[in-house]
């Protein structure tokens, strides 16, 4: 064997379990198809990503966190929902400085970067730049992976975690459920005159959304949904009209806003895959479970299944027993379902509701809004999954939006 594990993609979520077996000592080799420039130091991408209580617990685990710099940290005290031109909010959180945050954000592109820093000086973790994974082929004694650059690997134990799409997922037999929104997500970062006070806001405007994350200083992270056929005209809008629409479309709270950064754009579709392992076969991150960005779940739910593999993995190291044993597999695969396919059909039909500009569905949302409002304990629950520092699993997921 040339390694014990090969991991196709050095994203977050293949890089998360890199450093998540560090103890071990065990041979992992990282295949990614850009440039070691690309993995080490990331181009900002658009991508801000909320952080549950539970992802930071696992990033400092991971060494990643504290390689973040503070002012990079913006602390998410509140969030609300509005619906239309409706007053009526359905909101969480508390607002004073000294309450316990619901979450963080952080850019996509500098928790890649701390994430790279921390395997960095790992002497059993090697990262194989710029060359893609093309083939692969696992049988009971082992796994065979055939590089564009014309090698070939082999390892005990095969992990994708090479983005929604995964074609090592195809080439294992595992088909996926897939959702097509038909829509695109417009995002950028911009500054405005008027504090955010860290409070997150998701609009549903008839036929496109806005959501508005706060993020360190005076800026925020602009996510615009889109019908896919108006994405194109929204990202060619003249700097002062899109910046004048935005601000509108907020009803001007944040004052006069200005473009911080380029407009960059995210075809909408979910995923989830049928089976997240095979034969000395797994699949992490989006390659397992690819959310619709709205509930911010995607890398949270990501970080969750690389630490409950990785458990599995060490705990066969430990004993000394095959880390690719089926029942560890398949330990892993029920656990991270168990989490993964209830939010995932609960986010997609709540997806559906808030996007849907027919009376029937207007009418049901102002309903969900109304009743989420009144009653405290679906309050409760979604903070409760924000504020977490534990796995959560089963039913009570499918409650939140
Ligand atoms: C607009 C937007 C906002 C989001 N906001 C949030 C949020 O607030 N909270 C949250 O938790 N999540 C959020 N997400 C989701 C989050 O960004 C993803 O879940 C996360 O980036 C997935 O990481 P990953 O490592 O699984 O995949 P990716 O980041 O897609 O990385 C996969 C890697 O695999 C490589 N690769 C692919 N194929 C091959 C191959 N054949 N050979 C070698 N390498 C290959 C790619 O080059 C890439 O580097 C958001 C997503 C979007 C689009």
Known sequence: MDCDIAIVGAGPAGLALA???????LHTVLVER???EQVADPAFDGR?????????????????????????????????VLDGD??????????????????????????????????????????????????VATDVNGVRLALADGSALRARLLVGADTRFSATRRQMGIGAAMKDFGRVAIVCRMRHELSHEHTAWECFHYGRTLAILPMPGDASSIVITVPADQAQAVLDQEPAAFEAEVAQRFGHRLGAMRLASKRMAYPLVAVHADRFVAQRFALIGDAAVGMHPVTA???????????????????????????ASPAALARYQSRHRLATLPLFHGTNGIV???????????????????LSERLPPVRWAIRHKLVSREHVGGPLLALLP
């Open 19 to 25: 450093r998540a077996l560090a103890d071990t000592g």
């Open 297 to 323: 779940h995607g890398f949270n739910l990501g970080l969750s299944g690389v630490d409950l593999l990785a458990g599995e993995i060490r705990r066969q190291w430990q004993r000394g027993a095959d880390i």
């Open 86 to 135: 409706s007053p009526q909010a359905l909101g969480f959180g508390d607002a004073r400085a000294d309450a316990e945050p619901l979450g963080w954000l952080v850019s996509n592109h500098l928790i890649r970067k701390a994430l790279h820093e921390a395997i960095a000086p790992l002497g059993h973790v090697e990262l194989r730049c710029g060359t893609a994974v093309e083939q």
């Open 352 to 370: 559906g509701l808030f996007t849907d500009d027919r009376l029937p569905a207007r009418l049901a949302r102002k309903a969900v809004l109304h």
């Open 34 to 36: 850009q440039s070691r």
């Open 48 to 80: 801000d990503i909320a952080l549950t209580h539970l992802s930071r617990r696992l990033l400092r685990q991971l060494g990643a966190w504290e390689r973040i710099a503070p002012a990079e940290i913006a602390p998410l005290q509140c969030a609300r």
